[in-house]
């Protein structure tokens, strides 16, 4: 089983930005799809962005959900083997606990309320917007 820690969470005011990270110990983040999925309290578990591994061909390799276009950026960085979530303007909307999980397909397969085919998890990184 994959061991994966979320990271970077905190209180932030509205308007803010924070940047997560999802990092891993004896695998490479790189021949994994990533994806975040958050859960806001009470709410169900919904999906928030994925970006596929290294080598895949797909001509598309990010993918956002519509509450975070143009808000959320999910890139890799290899020589750190961390995965991370760029997001802006956050708003009271946004907290919620967030997870990183990873598919070794290496895809990002559309699924209601986020990515199908995710093998392991982290535990989650609490965000919360608030003034």
């Known amino acids: 089983q994959l061991e994966l820690e979320e990271s970077g969470g905190g209180l932030v005011q509205p308007g803010g930005s924070l940047r997560l990270a999802c990092t891993a110990s004896?695998?490479?983040?790189?021949?994994?799809?990533i994806a975040w999925f958050r859960q806001a309290p009470g709410k169900e578990r919904e999906g928030v962005s994925c970006?596929?591994?290294?080598?895949?061909?797909?001509?598309?390799?990010?993918y956002y959900e519509e509450s975070v276009k143009g808000r959320a950026t999910i890139s890799r960085n290899t020589a750190e083997n961390t995965v991370y979530l760029q997001m802006d303007n956050l708003q009271p909307e946004d907290t919620a606990v967030y997870y990183c999980a990873a598919a070794a397909s290496g895809a990002c397969i559309l699924w209601p309320k986020g990515y199908f085919g995710m093998d392991d998890w982290g535990k989650g990184t609490l965000v919360t917007v608030s003034s």
């Open positions: 970006i596929v591994n290294i080598r895949s061909r797909s001509p598309i390799t990010t």
């Open positions: 004896g695998f490479t983040l790189d021949d994994y799809a």
